[in-house]
């Protein structure tokens, strides 16, 4: 018995292994670090390795389908390295869900560049409306994907709105910033790009983004949706930033529209507000600044 791992997940991944891989035995696991919500790790098998994840099934509902669903829509197009996920559901009080395993290699020489030109692709993938046929999380906060046929009308009333009521609810802000944002909110009409809804990883940050076996770029974590392009490149940016020879190669592969530069702060706003309703008043200065900028 594997003791890290609690007893109903481990049954129930035993029981799923056992109907596909016939004589599968679970050998050993052990933690990987890195995420904040859930307890993570490395299944060893007999089989083969895999990575399993799990946390209680009340505190998230469906945390865990509708990752399994953002990961197979990002993989559908095969155009860039996803996890395979296995299954994922319920086990006695956990959820769960078991992947391929990513093994790590050295960087290839060109893994930013393949990054740039893969995930250009990616967004080549298009709906007809903004949104997604259910919500799922943006790390352990809901995400409405509400469908809008209108980029601008998805990012009031789908990102920056709920997560503004959440702050507001949650006494992180006050009636102002309430008002700050109503105020802001006709002048992304003349502001905003129009575009054709993209397929978004939706959380693309350096913390969802690893090296395979090829050393070639890996997307993990998501949080899908068929949104504006802008709102993944502006989510790079947040936390430092990626290579710039992502962004060149991104760019020579899939141009940006004219004008990305004055609209990138607009676009952290939402995950600037995911921050404050996550980890607190830290994010604050970030957001009234641009909202001055705004203003
Ligand atoms: N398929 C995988 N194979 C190997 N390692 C993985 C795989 N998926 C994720 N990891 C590693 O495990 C870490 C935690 O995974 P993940 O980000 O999915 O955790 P989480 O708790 O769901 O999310 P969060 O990062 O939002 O707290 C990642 O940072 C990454 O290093």
Redesign the pocket.
């Known amino acids: 018995m594997l003791t890290e791992v609690p007893s109903e997940v481990q049954q129930a991944v035993s029981a799923f292994l056992q109907t596909t891989m016939p004589s599968v035995a679970l050998k050993d696991f052990s933690f ?7 307890s ?1 790790g ?1 299944l060893k098998t007999t089989a083969g390795d895999f ?1 399993l ?1 799990w946390n209680l099934a009340g505190k998230y509902p469906r945390m865990f389908e509708n990752e399994r669903s953002g990961l197979q829509h990002l993989r559908q197009p095969a155009v860039i390295d996803i ?1 395979e996920v296995l299954t994922a559901g319920q086990a006695g009080s956990f959820q769960f869900i078991l ?4 093994a790590k290699a050295p960087i290839a020489k060109r893994y930013w560049e393949m990054l740039g030109e893969r995930l250009a692709q990616l967004h080549r993938v298009t709906a007809a409306r903004f949104g997604l046929d259910h919500d799922n999380y943006i ?1 352990s906060l809901p995400q409405s994907n509400a469908q809008h046929d209108a980029w601008i009308d998805f990012f009031i009333h789908e990102r920056l709105g709920p997560q503004l009521q959440l702050a507001y609810n949650t006494h992180r802000i006050d009636p102002s910033w309430l008002h700050a944002f109503e105020g802001l909110y006709p002048k992304l009409r003349s502001l905003l790009s129009d575009e054709k809804p993209a397929l978004l990883h939706g959380d693309l940050w350096s ?2 983004l ?1 090296v395979n076996e090829k050393g070639e770029p890996c997307l ?2 998501p949080a899908v949706y068929f949104g504006h392009r802008e709102m993944e490149w502006a989510m790079t940016k947040l936390f430092g930033g990626f290579h710039e020879a992502f962004y060149a190669s991104y760019h020579q592969a899939f141009p940006l529209q004219p004008g990305y530069d004055d609209r990138e702060d607009i676009y952290t706003l939402y995950p600037l507000l995911v921050h404050l309703n996550l980890f607190g008043a830290s994010y604050k200065l970030s957001l009234d600044s641009i909202l001055r900028k705004y203003s």
């Open positions: 990987v670090s890195g995420g904040c919500i859930n993570a490395k990575f994840k996890p992947m391929e395993f990513i790390g913390g969802n690893m993990v974590d």
